[in-house]
């Protein structure tokens, strides 16, 4: 019996989410919100200038996503509101795709050639490097956890 | 002040609609290989939403604040740069390359394009 419940548990019929997941994803959506909003105070991007904020927070945003996917991957019991809550809320809030995307707009109607080439590179390099990054890290403590229960 | 608020409404607002569509992809999944269909939807949608609002604010008279709510609350919140980027390692983790470069390729072409149209809409 408990190993049917276990197997339930382990493969999971995605339903509708409860209630509890979309408060989390609510309050982690206003949290990554604010933050990255917080940070281009703090770091203005001037439009014509690389908008260096925004590469920072997907690189970091990256790495951290990419680490707590591969310990919840080792981990699968965590509770599905905090994972949501901290993942697709948090962190996906936190990072964004369009505000890249209408820079690289702006600066090939400019004329930029160089600098979006350069500027989709280093997103695409950091970007998807940081999430490997995290991943493997993500992986190296799951692996420790697991050794040492 | 008006302008923080603004933002975090409408940042709510799209990360609860993204997670409204990841929902619903993940629920009629059924047993097709896992490919991130939605972050692909919320990042084309959120990248059109920002052509429109840049564009708009040439001429509509939209104020500061609630364009930056747009831009970065809304637009900012649906789109996500993370969950693209590690959806990307988890295909090539599985091997699965071409999946990986069809999912960092489309993302692109289908963002830029979106936001063309946006702004292009806005005129």
Redesign the interface.
Known sequence: MKSVLDERRAVPR????GWK??AA??V???I???L??CA?LLFPESAGAVPWTTLA??VA??F???TL?TIWIARPKTAFWLR?GI???L????????????V??QQIRGGLHATWLAY?GLS?VL??G???A??KTGKAIADVRGGAQ | MMTALLVGVFGVTGALLRFAVDSFFAHHQGTRPHWPWATLAVNVAGSFVIGLSVGLTGHLELGADWHAGVATGLAGGLTTFSSWSTATVRLVSETRYRAAALNIGSNLVAGLAAAALGLFLAG
């Open positions: 995605p339903g509708v989410p997941a979309w994803v609510a982690g959506g206003l990554g919100t604010e990255r909003f281009g927070i997907n945003g990256s951290v996503l990419a996917t949501a993942g697709p809320g962190l996906g809030s936190f990072t964004t795709f369009s505000a890249l995307v209408v690289i707009d989709l695409l970007g998807l940081a999430a490997a995290g991943w």
